[in-house]
């Protein structure tokens, strides 16, 4: 299971610290992502890293902004979130799946372990 946790309530310019912790699942050649879903709208990809390789990829909406990382020892993967606007405000979900490809990692269809998600709001 993943679970997913750092969500809150900022202000336009700040920052916050999403992680997604794994129990029962030891990441390792796996892609861990994370996507948002604002109100009415699809579920988007924001990042991802590969676990062994700790390659990672970007949305261009977070690139420069959002930082995607990993611990090991902790079996946990985190997004830095910096400069937040209005528009990032979304639940947060991490996603994880060793099928994973370098083509279909922005999709959601591509992973099959799911966490509960987690509220960023993000006020101007």
């Known amino acids: 299971q993943l679970q997913a946790s750092g969500g809150g309530l900022v202000q336009a310019g700040g920052s916050l610290r999403l992680s997604c912790a794994a129990s029962?699942?030891?990441?390792?050649?796996?892609?861990v992502a994370w996507f948002r879903q604002a109100p009415g709208k699809e579920r988007e990809f924001v990042a991802v890293?590969?676990?062994?390789?700790?390659?990672?990829y970007y949305a261009d909406s977070v690139k420069g902004r959002f930082t995607i990382s990993r611990d090991s020892a902790k079996n946990t993967v985190y997004l830095q979130m910096a400069r937040l606007e209005p528009e990032d405000t979304a639940v947060y979900y991490c996603a994880a799946d060793q099928s994973v490809i370098l083509t279909t990692y922005h999709y959601v269809s591509a992973y099959g372990y799911w966490g509960q998600g987690t509220l960023v709001t993000v006020s101007s």
């Open positions: 890293i590969r676990w062994n390789s700790r390659m990672t």
């Open positions: 029962g699942l030891t990441f390792s050649n796996h892609y």
